[in-house]
């Protein structure tokens, strides 16, 4: 949507792109990334935080994109389920999912990843009952929570070993 | 229009559900099919009705007139490449998967080469819907016949050629080879140039689940990168150029009628407002700007008073349906005589069971994106019946169904819940109005309030029994819930089973499984009960009682399993139970262990066993998913979910109010998944449901001594 005249606009960087939205600074985030942007991989399913199916990174940290002010995020680092993978290649947590069959409709598998990749920025290696606590805003109403916990394990796992990796090359 | 658009279509799925479907008039012919499809081979499966009719002519469809009455086919391109069209939709049951496993197989192609078509009524063959776990049994048969029979079309295209004798041939990784003659030839150059249609021969050999390679084995989910990077587009998502955004003014409560109303200020906010009787909306460029002038419009409504959920059972016992004579047979099953039976029983027990309305909360609300073309029609949304809602908006707008074209992009679940098609006429009422497309996409609160509910009910079950055990007697009263898994699998000489319609106090229909989860929860609740009073240990006074040897063998391997012969009795605050039965042609056996708090209240289930058994399976995995997902969702209608609702309005209908499983909710999950290869496919989206309920609530009453007949069983925990 183009900038009009005298609107105030607000500058959003989403994935490493800064774009200029023309959007009252109250509009939610989701809108403005469904509508205005069309990222679509971030899902509307509750409107009021808390289903998880809009999550998305906010300077890092998983945040309810449904119940966000744009205003309130200009300046952030916004990351959504399109900005994780590079390229082709699969973000690892998307890999895991993908290996433990981790859904069914897969409506909530963009907010369950996005929180999964947040929990592994500041948990590595996340016991069962972390990832537990730390999902439980994720509504899946297919019911694959059981493969989610492993997808996530097996995601910490692939990085824990990645970074092994490196570390050895050094 | 409005009246249409607004009234409640009364889903009566347990009826609905057996209709018998209206033949597919194929408006193609022969020539205009290749123009669509590239040159090629089709092979088509035709209704057996029309099939007969047609017997003398062979298989090869010579003419340019194609059958009338097509289920399914499939193409094969000059570049080698499987489409398969099918009027199946996939909502997460993983049948784009399972479909495509099942041609990959006969057809002996890799899944890559393979795409699917699914729910375009311009594409695919007419198809009733998907539900009623009938996309196993019925199409996947279907398709592998069809694969089946191109794959002979293609073995006589490569005899043909070699003048080699076909029965000599084998087709293998998308070649046909002759191991005699040391040569082998592609699909796609055997493609190149023709044009050949072929009708489903009546009988032909498909491969034995034994032989499986494809077929049998947990295949990834089909598509599943489009899921993992966001890149799907689901109903909800579809955008066309110059699109707008539709909201629509819900009246204050059910059944209400429009007094008066006021559209002066929406109407100069630069969107379009529609008022056609009793249907009040916007089109606007944004959904900021559709939601501003819906909230701008002053409406005034009346409606008549109506029951809410505290008096929900006794209005169903009190309110038969109109018109239904509640001794009449329509839906009734007597065996013996029960009254006999009964009175020469040496324990009789009679109790009452009740089922909570609940919702099925997909998490992709209703979605539909409309665009008129002159007269005709094209909407895009989640529905399991995209023909269905055809004839919908068909009839809303007075036009012919050829008019319309409905797509199903992957949706985000439905659970029986979006056999309807009302975003569909929404969006296209606003759309034909601003002249544009529209798009409509409900608020959570409106899937919670204006879809529709799955049936409360009441539930009466009598039973005698002799001191050995032996049931005598059963008789068995459901009160609007459904008719579906009411029959009991027991061996009870004397039944007396009766389905009571009722008024509805909600608009109420299809959800996963039907009310099949309300009568076993009774009946497996009751044989509990029936257990305790004569003193035998509950499995062994069902298989005292039962003689289905695929229903006996999923009890005894879920018990196996569940170690339910060492289960410890003597801890505190434990409990262990067990449900099982027979439903969609599925076998199913569930146990659970839960722990209540007396203290706090608060009862958590520990472990949930499964035993299901489906014929051959034909993908494990997927299999196993749907399994631990039917008890994660079964968990929350046994143990919280209920919508609360009075005189007309839902008190409960956001996610913030409705509680539905989440992460913490989860059991331990085990499955046990018995492979009766010898045995046909069927499905298993529904059956697996049925056992969660009743087993939760045998564990509450083995670990407490309370006996919770009610669903939910315990919305506000279980305190001393």
Same mark, same amino acid.
């Given at each position: 949507?183009?900038?009009s005249?005298?609107s105030?606009?607000?500058?959003?960087?989403?994935?490493g792109?800064?774009?200029?939205?023309?959007?009252?600074?109250?509009t939610?985030?989701?809108?403005?990334?469904?509508?205005?942007?069309d990222?679509?991989?971030?899902?509307?399913?509750?409107?009021e935080?808390?289903?998880?199916?809009?999550?998305?990174?906010?300077?890092?940290?998983?945040?309810?994109s449904?119940?966000?002010?744009?205003?309130a995020?200009?300046?952030?680092?916004?990351?959504?389920?399109?900005?994780?993978g590079?390229g082709?290649?699969?973000?690892?947590?998307?890999?895991a999912?993908?290996?433990?069959g981790a859904?069914?409709?897969?409506?909530c598998?963009?907010?369950m990843i996005m929180?999964?990749?947040?929990?592994?920025?500041?948990n590595?290696?996340?016991?069962?009952?972390e990832?537990i606590?730390f999902?439980?805003?994720n509504?899946?109403?297919?019911?694959?929570?059981?493969r989610?916990?492993?997808?996530?394990?097996?995601?910490?796992?692939?990085?824990?070993?990645?970074v092994?990796?490196?570390?050895?090359?050094? | 229009?409005?009246?249409?658009?607004n009234?409640?279509? !009364?889903?009566e799925?347990?009826?609905y559900?057996?209709?018998?479907?209206?033949?597919?008039?194929?408006?193609l012919?022969?020539?205009?099919?290749?123009?669509?499809?590239?040159?090629?081979?089709?092979?088509?499966s035709?209704l057996?009705?029309?099939?007969?009719?047609q017997?003398?002519?062979?298989?090869?469809?010579?003419?340019?007139?194609?059958?009338k009455e097509?289920?399914?086919w499939?193409?094969?391109?000059e570049?080698?490449?499987?489409?398969? @069209?099918?009027?199946?939709?996939?909502?997460?049951?993983?049948?784009?998967?399972s479909?495509?496993?099942?041609?990959?197989?006969?057809?002996?192609?890799?899944?890559?080469?393979?795409?699917?078509?699914m729910?375009?009524?311009?594409l695919?063959?007419?198809?009733m819907?998907?539900?009623?776990?009938?996309?196993?049994p019925?199409?996947?048969?279907?398709?592998?016949?069809?694969a089946?029979?191109?794959r002979d079309?293609?073995?006589?295209?490569a005899?043909a050629?070699?003048?080699a004798?076909?029965?000599?041939?084998?087709?293998?990784?998308?070649?046909?080879?002759?191991?005699?003659?040391?040569?082998s030839v592609? @699909?796609?150059?055997?493609m190149?140039g023709?044009q050949?249609?072929?009708?489903?021969?009546?009988q032909?050999?498909?491969?034995?689940?034994a032989?499986?390679?494809v077929?049998?084995?947990?295949?990834?989910?089909v598509?599943?990168?489009?899921? !993992?990077?966001?890149?799907h587009?689901?109903?909800?998502?579809?955008?066309?150029?110059?699109?707008?955004?539709?909201?629509?003014?819900?009246?204050?409560?059910?059944g209400?009628?429009l007094v008066?109303?006021?559209?002066?200020k929406?109407?100069?906010?630069?969107?379009t407002v529609?008022?056609?009787?009793?249907f009040?909306?916007v089109?606007a460029?944004?959904?900021?700007?559709a939601?501003?002038a819906?909230?701008a419009?002053?409406?005034?409504?009346?409606?008549?008073p109506?029951?809410?959920n505290?008096?929900?059972f006794?209005?169903?016992?009190?309110?038969?349906?109109e018109?239904?004579?509640?001794?009449?047979?329509?839906?009734?099953?007597?065996?013996?005589? !029960?009254?006999?039976a009964?009175a020469s029983a040496?324990?009789?027990?009679?109790?009452?069971?009740k089922?909570?309305?609940?919702?099925?909360?997909?998490?992709?609300?209703?979605?539909?994106?409309?665009?008129w073309?002159?007269?005709?029609?094209?909407v895009?949304t989640?529905?399991?019946?995209?023909f269905?809602?055809?004839?919908?908006?068909?009839e809303?707008?007075?036009?012919?169904?050829?008019h319309?074209?409905?797509?199903?992009?992957?949706?985000?679940?439905?659970?029986?819940?979006k056999?309807?098609?009302?975003?569909?006429?929404?969006?296209?009422?606003?759309?034909?109005?601003?002249?544009?497309?529209?798009?409509?996409?409900w608020?959570?609160e409106?899937e919670?309030?204006?879809?529709?509910?799955?049936?409360a009910g009441v539930?009466?079950?009598v039973?005698g029994?002799?001191?050995?055990g032996?049931?005598?007697?059963?008789?068995?009263h459901n009160?609007?819930s459904?008719?579906?898994?009411?029959?009991?699998?027991?061996?009870?000489p004397?039944q007396?089973?009766?389905?009571?319609?009722?008024?509805?106090?909600?608009?109420?229909?299809?959800?996963?499984?039907?009310?099949?989860?309300?009568n076993?929860?009774?009946?497996e609740s009751?044989?509990?009960?029936?257990?305790?009073?004569?003193?035998?240990?509950?499995?062994?006074?069902?298989l005292?009682?039962?003689?289905?040897?695929?229903?006996?063998a999923?009890?005894?391997?879920?018990a196996?399993q569940?170690?339910?012969?060492?289960r410890?009795?003597?801890?505190?605050?434990?409990?262990?139970?067990?449900?099982?039965?027979?439903?969609? %042609?599925?076998?199913?056996a569930?146990?659970?262990?839960v722990?209540?708090?007396?203290?706090?209240?608060?009862?958590?289930?520990?472990?949930?066993?499964s035993?299901f058994?489906?014929?051959?399976?034909?993908?494990?995995?997927?299999?196993?998913n749907?399994i631990e997902?039917s008890?994660v969702?079964?968990l929350?209608?046994?143990?919280?979910?209920?919508?609360?609702?009075?005189?007309?309005k839902? %008190?409960?209908?956001r996610?913030?109010?409705?509680?539905?499983?989440?992460?913490?909710?989860?059991?331990?999950l085990?499955?046990?998944?018995?492979?009766?290869?010898?045995?046909?496919?069927?499905?298993a989206?529904?059956?697996p449901?049925?056992g969660?309920?009743?087993?939760?609530?045998n564990?509450?009453?083995d670990?407490?001594?309370?006996?919770?007949?009610?669903?939910?069983?315990?919305?506000?925990?279980?305190?001393?």
């Amino acid at each position: 949507m183009a900038t009009s005249i005298g609107s105030p606009g607000v500058s959003l960087s989403i994935n490493g792109n800064v774009y200029l939205v023309d959007a009252d600074p109250q509009t939610s985030l989701l809108t403005v990334l469904r509508e205005h942007l069309d990222l679509t991989g971030s899902k509307y399913g509750c409107g009021e935080g808390q289903c998880g199916a809009c999550t998305v990174l906010i300077d890092g940290k998983a945040q309810r994109s449904c119940i966000t002010r744009v205003g309130a995020v200009a300046n952030k680092k916004i990351i959504t389920i399109e900005g994780i993978g590079s390229g082709d290649r699969l973000h690892p947590v998307q890999q895991a999912f993908l290996d433990e069959g981790a859904m069914q409709c897969a409506y909530c598998t963009s907010g369950m990843i996005m929180s999964a990749v947040a929990l592994l920025r500041i948990n590595s290696a996340p016991q069962e009952n972390e990832i537990i606590d730390f999902m439980e805003g994720n509504i899946c109403r297919c019911g694959t929570y059981s493969r989610i916990i492993r997808a996530v394990q097996r995601a910490a796992k692939m990085m824990s070993a990645y970074v092994a990796a490196k570390g050895a090359a050094r | 229009m409005s009246e249409k658009s607004n009234s409640q279509v !009364v889903l009566e799925p347990e009826r609905y559900e057996l209709t018998a479907p209206a033949p597919y008039h194929f408006d193609l012919d022969r020539r205009e099919f290749f123009k669509f499809l590239g040159a090629g081979v089709v092979v088509f499966s035709v209704l057996k009705t029309a099939a007969a009719g047609q017997e003398s002519g062979g298989r090869q469809w010579r003419g340019d007139a194609l059958p009338k009455e097509i289920d399914a086919w499939l193409h094969i391109g000059e570049n080698g490449k499987v489409t398969v @069209y099918t009027g199946k939709v996939e909502v997460g049951q993983n049948i784009r998967t399972s479909l495509t496993q099942a041609v990959a197989e006969e057809l002996s192609v890799p899944m890559d080469n393979i795409e699917l078509i699914m729910g375009d009524t311009q594409l695919t063959p007419f198809d009733m819907g998907t539900f009623g776990s009938r996309t196993t049994p019925t199409m996947n048969l279907q398709l592998r016949k069809v694969a089946s029979a191109a794959r002979d079309v293609l073995i006589n295209l490569a005899a043909a050629q070699w003048k080699a004798d076909p029965q000599h041939l084998v087709a293998a990784d998308g070649k046909i080879t002759d191991p005699a003659g040391k040569r082998s030839v592609e @699909y796609a150059a055997l493609m190149k140039g023709q044009q050949l249609t072929e009708m489903l021969p009546a009988q032909d050999p498909l491969i034995p689940a034994a032989d499986w390679k494809v077929a049998g084995t947990s295949a990834a989910k089909v598509d599943g990168h489009e899921f !993992v990077t966001g890149k799907h587009r689901y109903p909800s998502d579809q955008k066309v150029p110059g699109m707008w955004y539709g909201k629509v003014l819900r009246p204050e409560a059910f059944g209400a009628t429009l007094v008066s109303l006021d559209t002066q200020k929406a109407d100069q906010m630069g969107v379009t407002v529609v008022h056609d009787g009793n249907f009040v909306g916007v089109a606007a460029p944004s959904t900021a700007q559709a939601e501003a002038a819906v909230a701008a419009i002053q409406a005034e409504w009346k409606a008549e008073p109506q029951p809410s959920n505290k008096e929900l059972f006794d209005y169903l016992r009190k309110n038969p349906a109109e018109g239904h004579d509640p001794t009449g047979d329509g839906d009734r099953y007597d065996r013996g005589s !029960v009254d006999p039976a009964m009175a020469s029983a040496d324990h009789k027990l009679q109790q009452t069971y009740k089922v909570s309305y609940i919702a099925h909360v997909p998490l992709e609300p209703r979605a539909a994106l409309a665009k008129w073309d002159g007269d005709s029609l094209t909407v895009w949304t989640g529905t399991q019946r995209p023909f269905g809602v055809r004839g919908q908006l068909a009839e809303a707008f007075r036009i012919p169904e050829e008019h319309v074209r409905v797509l199903m992009p992957d949706t985000g679940a439905a659970y029986g819940g979006k056999h309807t098609g009302e975003t569909a006429i929404e969006a296209a009422r606003l759309a034909r109005a601003a002249k544009r497309p529209v798009k409509v996409v409900w608020t959570r609160e409106e899937e919670f309030t204006w879809a529709y509910f799955r049936p409360a009910g009441v539930i009466d079950v009598v039973s005698g029994v002799r001191n050995d055990g032996t049931i005598t007697a059963w008789e068995f009263h459901n009160y609007n819930s459904g008719s579906a898994g009411i029959r009991t699998y027991y061996d009870i000489p004397n039944q007396r089973i009766v389905f009571h319609p009722t008024k509805m106090p909600l608009r109420q229909g299809s959800y996963r499984a039907l009310a099949a989860t309300a009568n076993h929860f009774a009946r497996e609740s009751h044989m509990d009960e029936l257990a305790h009073q004569v003193k035998m240990d509950p499995l062994e006074f069902r298989l005292k009682n039962l003689k289905d040897e695929r229903l006996r063998a999923v009890f005894q391997a879920a018990a196996k399993q569940f170690g339910w012969g060492n289960r410890d009795k003597t801890l505190d605050g434990w409990g262990f139970g067990m449900g099982g039965g027979y439903e969609k %042609l599925g076998y199913v056996a569930t146990f659970a262990e839960v722990h209540v708090d007396r203290k706090s209240g608060d009862v958590k289930v520990a472990r949930v066993v499964s035993a299901f058994e489906c014929g051959a399976i034909v993908n494990p995995d997927n299999l196993r998913n749907q399994i631990e997902g039917s008890n994660v969702q079964g968990l929350g209608g046994a143990l919280f979910e209920a919508i609360a609702f009075e005189n007309g309005k839902i %008190l409960n209908g956001r996610l913030s109010e409705y509680r539905v499983p989440r992460f913490s909710d989860l059991p331990v999950l085990q499955t046990v998944l018995i492979d009766r290869k010898d045995l046909p496919s069927v499905g298993a989206g529904e059956c697996p449901m049925v056992g969660v309920a009743p087993a939760i609530a045998n564990a509450i009453f083995d670990a407490t001594g309370v006996r919770l007949r009610s669903m939910p069983l315990v919305p506000e925990g279980l305190k001393a």
